[in-house]
């Protein structure tokens, strides 16, 4: 089975969405497979709009820019208003309905998971947000697969390896989410 992902991570500057990105990336290296990965911010970063780009494929990736997004995590309304019309017509969406209104879409491609409130509630800590949803999208792509996400998240906190536990817990709610 051919692997070809084009994944957008956006939100607000300070949610992760970046972090979030890079996550993914890194998980598609340990399942060896290959990888891009672009970030995108403004000038005023935290509170400000942030999205990252990860491809992931098989084969040989010829551009870091996702012409055809296969999926998207969105983490405020802002990102998922810009960012649904370029999806592909059976992408997966994931959508943050703690801070956006689903009567607000008529859009059988979006899964709205109450991202927020299952980091603060479920994980304890909701700076952890970023990892529900990459969870919740881990489950509902081709790859990467949940053990490499795991295992990236080792690589990427190495430095802080007492963090490690609270981001897998986030990642669990988010994969085992369910509505």
Do not use: C
Request: charged residues 20%; without cysteine.
């Amino acid at each position: 089975m051919k692997i070809y992902e084009e994944i957008i991570s956006a939100g607000f500057g300070g949610q992760g969405v970046l972090l979030a990105g890079t996550l993914l990336a890194q998980s598609a290296l340990e399942q060896d497979l290959k990888t891009t990965w672009f970030p995108s911010y403004g000038a005023e970063m935290r509170g400000g709009t942030a999205n990252s780009t990860v491809i992931i494929s098989d084969e040989e990736i010829g551009s870091p820019v996702a012409f055809a997004p296969t999926a998207l995590i969105a983490l405020n309304k802002p990102s998922l208003d810009k960012f649904l019309p370029r999806m592909k017509e059976d992408a997966v969406v994931i959508a943050n309905s703690s801070l956006i209104n689903e009567a607000d879409y008529n859009d059988k491609r979006i899964t709205f998971i109450p991202i927020t409130e299952i980091a603060d509630k479920q994980v304890g800590n909701i700076k952890t947000a970023n990892m529900v949803a990459v969870g919740a999208l881990v489950k509902r792509i081709q790859a990467p697969s949940l053990d490499h996400v795991k295992k990236a998240l080792e690589t990427a906190f190495a430095a802080k390896p007492k963090v490690i536990p609270l981001n897998i817990k986030a990642v669990d709610a988010g994969y085992n989410w369910t509505k």
